[in-house]
């Protein structure tokens, strides 16, 4: 029910829009958020925005990451600029219908996208 698209390779410093598109209204009140995992690691947040507006970020991408929503158009995008190496990972859009409030923690997702793949070089 979430499709991402947007991934790719860039330079580093450079920018990349990931956006993550919902086949259908049950979103628009869930939390949504972008979890990223690099091979061999564990899973990280790295933001996450709620019904509200509200967001949060992971502290490694503040200030460089942002995550845009419309809701009329079922469509959470993340915004990245100022991309490092480290950055590099499959990013995937995942939603919460249960949590109250911006989410970064992984476990607390129920509905996944298939994921999209930055590489930073």
């Known amino acids: 029910q979430l499709v991402e698209s947007g991934g790719g390779s860039v330079q580093a410093g450079g920018s990349l829009r990931l956006s993550c598109a919902a086949r259908?209204?049950?979103?628009?009140?869930?939390?949504m958020g972008w979890i990223r995992q690099v091979s061999g690691q564990e899973r990280e947040g790295v933001a996450s925005?709620?019904?509200?507006?509200?967001?949060s970020y992971a502290d490694s991408v503040k200030g460089r990451f942002t995550i845009p929503r419309d809701n009329a158009e079922n469509v959470i995008v993340l915004q990245m600029g100022s991309l490092k190496p480290e950055d590099t990972g499959t990013y995937y859009c995942?939603?919460?219908?249960?949590?109250?409030?911006?989410?970064?923690?992984?476990?607390?997702?129920?509905?996944w996208g298939q994921g999209t793949q930055v590489t930073v070089s």
């Open positions: 995942a939603a919460d219908l249960v949590t109250d409030g911006p989410v970064l923690n992984d476990t607390e997702y129920y509905y």
């Open positions: 259908t209204g049950t979103f628009r009140s869930a939390c």
């Open positions: 925005i709620d019904a509200d507006g509200e967001t």
